[in-house]
């Protein structure tokens, strides 16, 4: 399958900080990435969709300004979780799709622990 | 009513036994089915991909999909305790649109 690389696989952060996940599609072009979220014992959260160029959609309850997608390449993109807090701590996980029909390829996760 | 529902599980099946994994979905238009494994810790690993209605057999895994009773299951075969994991069940609804994933059903299979 596809490769999807996400960087870092884990991180500790001071609360107030920023930290950015990256998240790049190593073998295919990226047209959209999605960013979920996971908290213990419970499925993904789709958190916001991003296409190439473009700015991201994010679900309700979302906040775009805490949580800035940056979708510049086909390859590339990038989650900034902004003035982090002990509650944003959790399992943030990448996805990638190349064209519309085909299968989303998941990146390695990142586990934030903002102390 | 839940987009997608799966077993709430936990299921617990002893070694070289089928372990099946239902999971059910609410919008008719729904086209795509997915199954993903997910251990403890880690990402999502795709594991089958289902667009018509029938089974699909990839190695000891064999998704079944029924669009009239909006069902699709996934059935292992010959379980080994590796496969001991989250089974997620995702459903997309039409091509291009995001993915809607179940609760998961924790799978353990016991030596």
């Known amino acids: 399958g596809a490769v999807v690389s996400q960087h870092p696989s884990r991180v500790i952060c001071k609360s107030g900080t920023s930290v950015k996940i990256e998240c790049r599609s190593l073998?295919?072009?990226?047209?959209?990435m999605f960013w979920y979220r996971q908290f213990p014992k419970q499925s993904l959260m789709l958190m916001a969709t991003?296409?190439?160029?473009?700015?991201?959609?994010?679900e309700q309850g979302v906040e775009k300004d805490k949580f800035l997608i940056n979708h510049a390449s086909l390859t590339l993109s990038t989650l900034t979780v902004t003035s982090a807090h002990p509650e944003d701590s959790s399992f943030y996980i990448c996805?990638?799709?190349?064209?519309?029909?085909?299968?989303?390829?998941f990146g390695q996760g990142t586990r934030l622990t903002v102390v | 009513q839940k987009e997608v529902e799966q077993n709430s599980g936990p299921l617990s099946v002893p070694e070289g036994a089928i372990a099946s994994l239902n999971c059910t979905y609410s919008?008719?238009?729904?086209?795509?089915f997915f199954w993903y494994r997910q251990y403890s810790g880690k990402s999502p690993e795709l594991i089958m991909s289902?667009?018509?209605?029938g089974d699909k057999e990839d190695g000891r895994f064999t998704a079944q999909l029924n669009k009239a009773s909006q069902y699709v299951s996934l059935l292992i075969r010959d379980s080994q305790p590796s496969d001991s994991a989250t089974y997620l069940c995702?459903?997309?609804?039409?091509?291009?649109?995001?993915?809607?994933f179940g609760e998961g059903t924790q799978l353990t299979v016991n030596p």
């Open positions: 996805s990638a799709r190349d064209t519309g029909d085909t299968e989303a390829f």
């Open positions: 073998d295919f072009q990226a047209t959209t």
């Open positions: 991003s296409n190439e160029g473009s700015k991201a959609t994010y």
């Open positions: 919008d008719r238009v729904s086209q795509s």
């Open positions: 289902i667009y018509s209605n």
């Open positions: 995702a459903v997309r609804k039409t091509s291009g649109s995001r993915l809607t």
